[in-house]
């Protein structure tokens, strides 16, 4: 599902922790993605860009933030950043950024 407004969407129904540590905890998963790349994040930056313009700057979390790509695009666009994230491999990568 997606917002008319602004186009951010959401997973329903939600699924299962289990379900979700199943997908996302695989290290084959974040590995066959590849961290990101300047064009997805120029894309991220345009949303924090966009984010920024409409409620302006402050805290942001990101559920399920993966390796950070966005959290870094929102930091450098001034955001105070935090997020949240169930894979262990990915947090590893993000911290390791």
Same mark, same amino acid.
């Given at each position: 599902?997606? !917002? *008319? *407004? !602004? #186009?951010? #969407?959401?997973?329903? &129904?939600? &699924?299962?922790? %289990?379900?979700? +540590? +199943?997908?996302? #905890?695989? %290290? %084959?998963y974040f590995r066959s993605r590849g961290m990101w790349d300047e064009e997805s994040s120029e894309a991220f930056g345009r949303r924090a860009r966009s984010l920024a313009g409409r409620w302006g700057l402050g805290g942001l979390l990101d559920v399920g933030c993966g390796e950070g790509a966005f959290l870094h695009a929102a930091r450098k666009e001034g955001f105070q950043v935090k997020g949240s994230e169930i894979s262990a491999v990915a947090v590893s990568r993000a911290r390791a950024l």
């Open positions: 599902m997606a !917002c *008319r *407004r !602004c #186009g951010f #969407g959401r997973t329903h &129904p939600v &699924p299962s922790l %289990e379900t979700l +540590k +199943k997908a996302y #905890g695989q %290290e %084959e």
